[in-house]
Each structure stands twice: as C-alpha cells, then as structure tokens.
T-cell receptor, first 114, second 116 residues
Framework: KQEVTQIPAALSVPEGENLVLNCSFT??????LQWFRQDPGKGLTSLLL?????REQTSGRLNASLDKSSGRSTLYIAASQPGDSATYLC?????????????FGDGTTLTVKP | GAGVSQSPRYKVAKRGQDVALRCDPI?????LFWYQQALGQGPEFLTY????????KSGLPSDRFFAERPEGSVSTLKIQRTQQEDSAVYLC??????????????FGPGTRLTVT
C-alpha cells in the first residue's frame, strides 16, 4: 500500500527566504506526482504535475523535482512571500487500476512572516 | 471556463440524519473522484467514476456511504445515518483522465460536514 510522508509538518520563515518542502513515498511504481496548495477553508489548487519520466517541473518561483527510484520529491520555493503562506500537499498516482487513486501526504503548513 | 463546484459548502446534520453532497465537475471531464479530508490531514480517497461507471469504491468507509453519477456528469455522495466520525471536508475532483492513465486533477472547494 502506497504511503506518502511530508516533512516538516510545519515551517515558519522570514519573507525573502528560499525554502524546500519534502515529500517521500514508499512505492516507486508511480505514474505521476502532483503538488497542491490549500488555503484555510478552501479546496486544493494544483501547482505542479511531474510525470514519472520527468526529473523536474518549474512554474514561476516554484520548482518541483522527482527522484522516483529513491521515492522522493521536493518543492523549492524561491524568494518566499507572505502570500505563499498555506498548506502544501503532495499526491502520487499509480498505474492501471490505481490510476484513479491519489495518495496524499498530510501536508506542510508554511508561514512566511513579513 | 467554470471549475469544479460543490454544494452545499457547509452542512450541519444531527446524528442519524441522511445527507447528500453534490459535485459538478468541469465540463467534458470523464473522471470524477471523491475524497474525505479530516482536520489537519491530507485527503483520503473514497471513490472514483469514469463517466457513469464507478470503477473503484474501495475507500468508502462503510455501507452507509453511497455515490452515484447516473449520467456521467454531476455526482452525488450520500451518507446515511450520519455519525460524528463522518465530520470532515468532502472534496470532489475531476480529470480528463482515461482508463488506467492518471491526469491532472482539479478540485472543488469542498463541503464541510459537521455532525452534531
């Protein structure tokens, strides 16, 4: 059974700092990995999707990497801003009959202080 | 275009009542997913539809939970005889995925269910 772990559970940084959020998964047979942002009381907003054949994806100040063989992904946020404060979730998707089941971590809650 | 919408956004039910939660996916998306998110945790998979076919319902916690998507578009998650442990946010997501292939999922704002 796939398990996803995110470390740290919470992170507080001053504005302008670069930071890394970590996601690890136990079964490397994944189809893709998706990073989401969740604001309090809101749904999930997709940030980046990395296919299993890719090493990284970039969008603006965000860069996500994937090392499938070691079961790890990182989300790098450059020059953090108070508006980046949210919970960040990673989710992995399997193949075939598991393609519809996203397995999520419990998230990292980020606070960026002005 | 419009994103995934869910209604109601908030629902308070007395223990033992039945509730129905609605999801309107993005137009043209063939796959629809339901997740349950407890406070402080990540979403947990409940069930998955490809058009009107329910391909996986392994995450439904008990036979009190029932989901349907009769015309392959709007879906309803029904919970019978609600219990306090059913209190959570219920998230719906849709995707353009075809069978066996996982595509990017787009989530609705969720329905927060509180059972008193």
């Amino acid at each position: 059974k796939q398990e996803v772990t995110q470390i740290p559970a919470a992170l507080s940084v001053p504005e302008g700092e670069n930071l890394v959020l970590n996601c690890s998964f136990t079964d490397s047979a994944i189809y893709n990995l998706q990073w989401f942002r969740q604001d309090p009381g809101k749904g999930l907003t997709s940030l980046l999707l990395i296919q299993s054949s890719q090493r990284e994806q970039t969008s603006g100040r965000l860069n996500a990497s994937l090392d499938k063989s070691s079961g790890r992904s990182t989300l790098y946020i450059a020059a953090s801003q108070p508006g980046d404060s949210a919970t960040y979730l990673c989710a992995v998707n399997g193949w075939g009959t598991n393609a519809g089941k996203s397995t999520f971590g419990d998230g990292t809650t980020l606070t960026v202080k002005p | 275009g419009a994103g995934v919408s869910q209604s109601p956004r908030y629902k308070v039910a007395k223990r033992g009542q039945d509730v129905a939660l609605r999801c309107d996916p993005i137009s043209g998306h063939v796959s629809l997913f339901w997740y349950q998110q407890a406070l402080g945790q990540g979403p947990e998979f409940l069930t998955y539809f490809q058009n009107e076919a329910q391909l996986d319902k392994s995450g439904l916690p008990s036979d009190r939970f029932f989901a349907e998507r009769p015309e392959g578009s709007v879906s309803t998650l029904k919970i019978q005889r609600t219990q306090q442990e059913d209190s959570a946010v219920y998230l719906c997501a849709s995707s353009a995925a075809r069978t066996g292939v996982a595509y990017e999922q787009y989530f609705g704002p969720g329905t927060r269910l509180t059972v008193t």
